[in-house]
């Protein structure tokens, strides 16, 4: 079994910046694939960013502003975010692929004045 566990977010003022953690149980070096997904309320879960084989991927609505990385040392994938905007808010995910696919609870972006 594996725990992922999200960390960074917050409310944030529209142009401000958060970093999002998601450290992992055990060892992510043999981790190919891990993304961040995000959830806004009354929508579906959508992919925001995700690093494979060490090439990433960003979701157009956060490309130029998001930017997705990992330290395996830390065992941690973080999300960095500047420039947000009301739209960015949601509840930000992790996932990673292990023998399976696991996912953290969340953690809350908030980004408003």
């Known amino acids: 079994q594996v725990q992922l566990v999200e960390s960074g977010g917050g409310l944030v003022q529209p142009g401000g910046s958060l970093r999002l953690s998601c450290a992992a149980s055990r060892t992510i070096l043999s981790v190919n694939s891990m993304g961040w997904y995000r959830q806004a309320p009354g929508k579906e879960r959508e992919l925001v960013a995700s690093i494979t084989d060490g090439e990433t991927i960003h979701a157009d609505p956060v490309k130029g502003r998001f930017t997705i990385s990992r330290d395996n040392a830390k065992n941690t994938l973080y999300l960095q975010m500047n420039f947000l905007k009301p739209e960015d808010t949601a509840v930000y995910y992790c996932?990673?692929?292990?023998?399976?696919?696991?996912w953290g609870k969340g953690t809350l972006v908030t980004v408003s004045s």
């Open positions: 996932n990673a692929r292990f023998d399976r696919v696991y």
